[in-house]
């Protein structure tokens, strides 16, 4: 399929993983495709919409959105297969993909423990509600 990624040359074990990864995008994606598809056909013959125009348009954008969510779907699982690859620039690459997003999310859960929550003063609210009502006067 590929030999060369840039200027890396590919060894068989990595274009081993990357014919994986193009079958498993691929039928994650038919299956998202097809599932989608036939839902929305389903769809249009429950609610006989008829065969207008617009429900093929539809049907095909359908299928085309499965196909891409399915392939999209299936990048984390090849990311971690190449990960896994040891003595590997693409594994490498790989590696330091996984760390610097599971960086951002710990830092992301970090900064969203920070706030702490204030507590009320009820005197100073009294102090408020006296001087309102005061100034209504």
């Known amino acids: 399929m590929f030999d060369k990624v840039g200027d890396h040359q590919l060894t068989s074990r990595e274009k081993a993983v990357l ?34 125009r617009l429900v093929k348009i539809g049907l095909v954008a359908s299928v085309i959105g499965g196909v891409y969510i399915g ?29 610097s997003m599971s960086g951002q999310e710990k ?9 702490e929550v204030e507590e009320y003063d009820w005197e100073l609210d009294e102090q408020r509600r006296i001087s309102e009502s005061k100034k209504r006067r």
């Open 107 to 115: 830092g992301d859960q970090q900064q969203e423990k920070k706030p």
């Open 19 to 52: 014919s994986d990864c193009f079958t498993t995008g691929l039928m994650r994606g038919l299956a998202g495709g097809g599932l989608v598809g036939a839902g929305l056909y389903w769809l249009a013959k429950r609610y006989t919409f008829g065969k207008s």
């Open 71 to 99: 392939t999209y779907t299936a990048i984390p699982t090849c990311l971690k297969q190449f990960a896994k690859l040891e003595d590997s620039e693409v594994g490498d690459a790989a590696r330091r993909i996984i760390i």
